[in-house]
Structures are given as structure tokens and as C-alpha cells.
T-cell receptor, first 113, second 113 residues
């Protein structure tokens, strides 16, 4: 089955700096790659996603890039703010079989004011 | 629309007790999923269903059973709870088309003593 690895496990940045979180996946059949933000005690919230036919997608301060050849994708957050502090999860979907997301292990982002 | 709801929000069980977690969605989604979330391990798929009356095993199914008698409900059962099942349980659902986004419930925090 699919395996998703996520790095780093923790990331601390100064307010205003950029943050980058990277994920790799194992199955080339994966075709959908969402990123979730999870605040303490809350459910995961989708913040951005990308499909396999697109190399990059941007939404205000958040962007995701996908390299299908290398089987990795990254989340980029610019001009970080304290409210960006949370745990971020990447995931990959193969839309056959289980048709369920496989998640990375998460990155705890701390934005220092 | 309530989206995806879960009952109960919190529960404490003694080893060997049984319980059922209820997930309900009002979005007419075909696919439903049960995940568990443990510290440092992301979300792992327990069981899933691609339609009413169908269920299948995910990544970590041992010790759990599920039923999908109605399209809008997906039940997760623990027949004989063990301390290793202490976790936060999330239900999710999505439609089978090209909209791959999964919608998560608020979670159930289960402690087994």
C-alpha cells in the first residue's frame, strides 16, 4: 500500500519567516495530495490540495508544489504568523481500492512572535 | 448542514468493556472512513465503506468492527476494549466523484484504563 513520509517532525520559525514542510510518497498511482492543519483538540482542516496533473498551486500565503517524478510534494507558508502554529499533515490518495487518504506523521509548526 | 458528526465526544472505558462510536453525515456521501490518531503517528485508517451495506478493512482493523446499515451512518464497535485502543477517533466522508476532499468529524477521545 501507499506510504507517506513527512519531514521535519517539528519546525520553529520566527514570525514573518517562511516555513517549508516536505513529504514523499511511495505509490505512483497516487493522484491527489491534500494538506491539513490541525489545532489542538480540533479536527483536521483542509488548507490546500493539489492534483497530480498540476505542479504548483497557491492560495495567498500558502503554496504546494508537486514533483511526480521524484514522488514528493511540499507545503510552503510565507510571512508566517503566530496563528499558523499548529500540526500540519500531508496525505496522498489513490482513487482505487480503499480510496482513502494515507497520512504523513505530521509536523508541529511553532511560529515565535 | 451539520456535516459530519460523531457521538460521543469523550468516553472512558475499562479494559474488556464494549462500546460503539457513531458517525453520521448529511452530505449524501457514499464513502465513509474511520481513522485513529495517536501522538506522532498521524491518522491511520481502521475501516472504510464505499457504500451502504459494504465495509472493508483498512490499515489497523484488529479489535474493531464496523457496520454501514444506512448510507448516512457508519458505526465503529469495540467488542473488548484494550488500553492500546486509547486514541482519538475521527470519522470522515466524501463523495465518489472527482471531488476528493474528505470531510472530518470533530473526533471522539477514548481512554481505556
Amino acid at each position: 500500500g501507499e506510504n507517506v513520509e513527512q519531514h521535519p517532525s517539528t519546525l520553529s520559525v520566527q514570525e514573518g519567516d517562511s516555513a517549508v514542510i516536505k513529504c514523499t510518497y511511495s505509490d505512483s498511482a497516487s493522484n491527489y495530495f491534500p494538506w491539513y492543519k490541525q489545532e489542538l483538540g480540533k479536527r483536521p482542516q483542509l488548507i490546500i490540495d493539489i492534483r497530480s496533473n498540476v505542479g504548483e498551486k497557491k492560495d495567498q500565503r500558502i503554496a504546494v508544489t508537486l514533483n511526480k517524478t521524484a514522488k514528493h510534494f511540499s507545503l510552503h507558508i510565507t510571512e508566517t504568523q503566530p496563528e499558523d502554529s499548529a500540526v500540519y499533515f500531508c496525505a496522498a490518495l489513490i482513487n482505487t481500492g480503499r480510496r482513502a487518504l494515507t497520512f504523513g506523521s505530521g509536523t508541529r509548526l511553532q511560529v515565535q512572535p | 448542514n451539520a456535516g459530519v458528526t460523531q457521538t460521543p465526544k469523550f468516553r472512558v472505558l475499562k479494559t474488556g468493556q464494549s462500546m460503539t462510536l457513531l458517525c453520521a453525515q448529511d452530505m449524501n456521501h457514499e464513502y465513509m472512513y474511520w481513522y485513529r490518531q495517536d501522538p506522532g503517528m498521524g491518522l491511520r485508517l481502521i475501516h472504510y465503506s464505499v457504500g451502504e451495506g459494504t465495509t472493508a478493512k483498512g490499515e489497523v482493523p484488529d479489535g474493531y468492527n464496523v457496520s454501514r446499515l444506512k448510507k448516512q451512518n457508519f458505526l465503529l464497535g469495540l467488542e473488548s476494549a484494550a488500553p492500546s485502543q486509547t486514541s482519538v477517533y475521527f470519522c470522515a466522508s466524501r463523495s465518489p466523484g472527482a471531488a476528493y476532499e474528505q470531510y472530518f468529524g470533530p473526533g471522539t477521545r477514548l481512554t481505556v484504563t
